[in-house]
């Protein structure tokens, strides 16, 4: 069964920046969309961004627009998701999700529309 794989996240200070990455276990072509999700200490998880499958489109977290930036390689079938001017209300789990093509766009904010997940990297951001 193909996983997803993060990979970049660490502790880091009120300001900094990180690179996400997540890239699945087989090399597959990873054509639909990708999205990321976090989960606070004791918060339910939520939407932070996400990306079709040809990029054309991106959708963001209205905590997040502005500081965040999701990309892929479609050749690498790798996906990222950049993180800038990080502030500890960012710290969480982030997790990277995929999914089918996406008619509308409330589509791409529900995590019940993704079917393959990753396990999850920590990001921690002090003050």
């Known amino acids: 069964q193909v996983q997803l794989v993060e990979s970049g996240g660490g502790l880091v200070q009120a300001g900094d920046s990180l690179r996400l990455s997540c890239a699945p276990s087989v090399r597959i072509s990873t054509r639909g969309t990708m999205a990321w999700f976090r989960r606070a200490p004791g918060q339910e998880r939520e939407f932070v961004a996400a990306i079709s499958g040809s990029a054309a489109d991106t959708y963001y977290a209205d905590s997040v627009k502005g500081r965040f930036a999701i990309a892929r390689d479609n050749a690498k079938t790798t996906t990222y998701l950049q993180l800038n001017s990080l502030r500890p209300e960012d710290t969480a789990v982030y997790y990277c999700?995929?999914?089918?093509?996406?008619?509308?766009?409330?589509?791409?904010?529900?995590?019940?529309?993704?079917?393959?997940w990753g396990q999850g990297t920590q990001v921690t951001v002090s003050s």
């Open positions: 999700a995929s999914g089918g093509r996406f008619a509308s766009r409330r589509a791409y904010y529900s995590s019940g529309n993704y079917d393959t």
